[in-house]
């Protein structure tokens, strides 16, 4: 969480009561302003209601109103127990059906992923890993801790598992992993995933540059290759505040009462 001084809204003019444009309106562009000209900048809180009330001679109900509309807009972030911030400079929308690299999602969408690791190395499965994975007790693996950046923001903490046979040398992976397993003939071709919420304890929250407590996806990944057979087990912590997960759904045909 950044720690810049709150900027005082005084300094960017009044707002001016006699024009046809609602303070509401008059206040989000104010805001909109400070962000673009870079006084606020993402990640930074916003002055509380009371604050910006008060330095600009409005009721807090207003207040209330402009910024419920700059969060709708995407523009800005309300925490619990934290405050209202500015939205991270990256916001991703990922579909839930559809199999891809966090390497290649990126790309896709004109940014420019990061990869800044952890740990990496090998080691006998756990129980938990080797149920995951079809393994063995004991069998060996390859685990490739990462905090996954775009455009230098940090957006995701990935701790992956794999087969130590399918990438024997952790040190291979630089960036995408699943690249290096399509390189090995051992292309990801689906998965299972569970996810659900979860509050960030304070490493993980440091490393996301985000409050302690922050809510983050929780992401269980299971991969598997053309032949059926378990390539990556992952678990991952995404950002809440810069990740929309999206799933398209259809209703099925309606069945029909055999007599």
């Known amino acids: 969480m950044k720690t810049a001084a709150q900027p005082d809204f005084r300094d960017a003019g009044s707002l001016d009561e006699s024009s046809p444009t609602p303070l509401y309106l008059q206040l989000q562009h104010l805001i909109q302003q400070a962000?673009?000209?870079?006084?606020?900048?993402?990640?930074?809180?916003?002055?509380?209601?009371?604050?910006?009330?008060?330095?600009?001679?409005?009721s807090r109900v207003t207040?209330?109103?402009?910024?419920?509309?700059?969060?709708e807009k995407g523009m800005l972030v309300q925490r619990w127990g934290s405050g209202t911030f500015i939205a991270p400079a990256v916001q991703v929308e990922q579909p839930l059906s559809r199999l891809s690299s966090f390497t290649d999602d990126m790309l896709a969408r004109g940014l420019q992923p990061g990869a800044v690791f952890l740990g990496r190395g090998v080691g006998p499965a756990t129980p938990k890993e080797s149920m995951a994975l079809g393994l063995s007790p004991g069998e060996l693996v390859s685990r490739f801790d990462r905090l996954r950046t775009a455009d230098d923001v940090p957006m995701a903490i990935e701790h992956a598992v794999v087969p130590n046979r399918l990438v024997p040398d952790p040190e291979a992976v630089a960036t995408s992993l699943y690249a290096v397993l399509i390189g090995?003939?051992?292309?990801?071709?689906?998965?299972?995933?569970r996810l659900h919420a979860v509050l960030l304890n304070s490493e993980q929250a440091k490393l996301l540059q985000v409050p302690d407590g922050t809510a983050a996806l929780y992401i269980e990944r299971r991969s598997f290759d053309q032949d059926g057979v378990a390539v990556e087990f992952t678990s991952?912590?995404?950002?809440?505040d810069a990740?929309?997960?999206v799933a398209e759904l259809s209703l099925g045909s309606p069945s029909t009462e055999q007599e």
Not at 236 to 240: A, C, H, I, L, T
């Open 184 to 193: 090995r003939g051992h292309s990801p071709r689906r998965a299972l995933q």
């Open 63 to 71: 207040v209330r109103k402009a910024i419920a509309g700059l969060v």
């Open 35 to 58: 962000v673009r000209s870079g006084k606020l900048r993402a990640d930074e809180a916003l002055p509380s209601e009371r604050d910006l009330s008060r330095q600009l001679g409005i």
């Open 236 to 240: 991952s912590y995404y950002r809440g």
């Open 243 to 245: 990740y929309d997960f």
